[in-house]
C-alpha cells in the first residue's frame, strides 16, 4: 500500500503543476481527481484499497458513486480519474469514462488490466461481466 501511497503523491503533484502553468488554482475549483467509490462493488485481478486508504492518500480529491461518476467527469476541473477496483469498472459510466479520456482525460487504474470486466447491478448486489478479449 505503501507504493501506491507514493505514486498517487507523485501523479498528484504532476497534476498541481498542469494547473498551476495553466493558471488555474486547485484550491478555487472543484476537486481534480475523481475517484470511482462505490459500496460493495467487485475488484477484478487485485484487491481493492479501503476507502479510508484512498482517502489519506488522496486528500481533497471527489470519490463519485456509479451514478455521480458522469457528472464529475463532465466538470472542467477534473483531470484524473482514479479505477480503484483492479480490471473492474461500472458499466453504466463507461460512455462518460470515455467521453473524459477523449477529451485528455487522465486514468489511474490501481491494479489488473483497465477495462477488463463491466461491474453491472444484477439482482443481489454488483457483479461482474466476464473478461473481454482482445485478439
Keep these: ?8 503523491a507523485c501523479l ?5 503543476g498542469v494547473d498551476s502553468v495553466r493558471g488555474q488554482s486547485s484550491a478555487a475549483n472543484l476537486p481534480s481527481t475523481v475517484v470511482f467509490s462505490e459500496p ?12 479510508g486508504a484512498l482517502e ?3 486528500p481533497g480529491a471527489r470519490f463519485a458513486s456509479a451514478e455521480q461518476l458522469g457528472a464529475a467527469l463532465e466538470a472542467g476541473s477534473t483531470r484524473l480519474l482514479v479505477l480503484p477496483y483492479g480490471s473492474a469498472f461500472p458499466e453504466v459510466a463507461w ?4 467521453q473524459f479520456l477523449q477529451r485528455g482525460g487522465n486514468l489511474l487504474v490501481l491494479g489488473g488490466r483497465p477495462f477488463a470486466r463491466a ?12 473478461p473481454t478479449r482482445t485478439s
Design 56 to 58: 489519506a492518500a488522496l
Design 12 to 16: 498528484l503533484a504532476l497534476l498541481a
Design 95 to 98: 460512455e462518460p469514462i470515455y
Design 119 to 130: 461491474g453491472y447491478r444484477g439482482a443481489g448486489g454488483w457483479k461482474l461481466r466476464g
Design 1 to 8: 500500500m505503501k507504493e501506491i501511497n507514493v505514486l498517487l
Design 40 to 51: 460493495g462493488f467487485p475488484a477484478a485481478d487485485s484487491v481493492a484499497p479501503s476507502p
